[in-house]
């Protein structure tokens, strides 16, 4: 009987590591080789979207979610966060030292041996994204997600994925699951609405416009009306905007990136090189930025000649 017992323990473990081994054992050069065979039926299949228990929200009732949500004083709940972000429905490159590490930003508490694997994935995930390899990375993400469906930062990773290969609707999709599960997670709603913004500016202002009412001084609502008035050509609604949410977060180097780009576009060069010039300096001490820190270096001395002539 006792042999029998462990006769099923090894049959068990052999089936265990037969499952994990192709997943797990291979480094980020076998991400590309490995996982981009299989990528491709995983993001065209619908079925292949993962169920949770979430309410099933129309996006109408989201945005009125989100609305109560961020109606201040916004709660501040410390939480796992992905670093990764980007101008809104344009994809960002990494700058400064940004693409040089591997570890994913997260924390892990009370963590057990056995979900060790879990983490491993998302750790191969994420060096893909950084490699560029963004379907092996919507692959390795989606198989973390088997393991936990309602992982806030494993929805939010896909939805950056689809974002940066510009497929709106899987995009929105996982953003409006983050958002299901935390109305306020501030990223994921900039990205949100991000895409509405791309589908339909008449649209996404409209509810952006609802979002101030419930919220005024929410800066990632005020950073995304000011991108639709710019991309409208309304450059002074959009500075007025954007100003506003940059003042109000003067660490999000998105807001001030976006509105140096808009007065570079306009002619105020001399604001626009001001500003590139501090993001310049935060690029240099390694923090990530929207765009490649030597394009914005190179800009900025092209502005500074200009300025000189």
């Known amino acids: 009987m006792m042999l029998y017992k462990y006769k099923k323990l090894v049959l068990l473990l052999l089936y265990i590591l037969g499952i994990l081994f192709p997943y797990l054992a291979f480094s980020s050069q076998d991400i590309k080789k490995v996982a981009d065979n299989k990528a491709s039926k995983v993001i065209i ?104 469906s309602d992982n806030i930062n494993i929805l939010y990773s896909l939805g950056i994925m689809y974002h940066k290969l510009r497929q709106f609707k899987e995009a929105k999709y996982y953003y409006k699951e983050v958002l299901k599960l935390k109305p306020d997670q501030p990223k994921a709603l900039h990205n949100f609405l991000a895409v509405i913004a791309e589908e339909s500016p008449e649209k996404g202002l409209q509810e952006l416009m609802l979002l101030n009412k419930a919220n005024p001084n929410y800066s990632p609502v005020l950073a995304q009306i000011g991108m639709i008035y710019a991309r409208q050509g309304e450059y002074d609604k959009a500075e007025s905007y954007l100003r506003k949410a940059m003042i109000i977060s003067p660490q999000e180097i998105l807001y001030k990136y976006n509105i140096a780009v808009m007065y570079d576009k306009i002619g105020k060069y001399k604001p626009a090189l001001k500003l590139y010039k501090e993001i310049i300096e935060a690029g240099d001490s390694g923090e990530a930025l929207p765009q490649s820190l030597n394009i914005i270096k190179q800009r900025a001395r092209f502005l500074t000649t200009k300025g000189n002539g």
């Open 45 to 148: 299949e619908p079925n292949n979207i993962p169920k949770n228990t979430n309410k099933n929200l129309t996006e109408q009732d989201l945005i009125h979610t989100i609305a109560e949500a961020i109606k201040p004083p916004i709660p501040t709940k410390e939480g796992v966060e992905i670093n990764y972000g980007f101008t809104p429905a344009v994809p960002v490159n990494l700058g400064g030292n940004a693409s040089k590490s591997t570890n994913l930003n997260i924390k892990i508490e009370n963590q057990l041996t056995a979900e060790l694997p879990l983490v491993e994935i998302i750790n191969k995930g994420y060096r893909a994204a950084l490699a560029g390899h963004y379907e092996s990375a919507i692959f390795l993400y989606k198989k973390a997600l088997v393991h936990d």
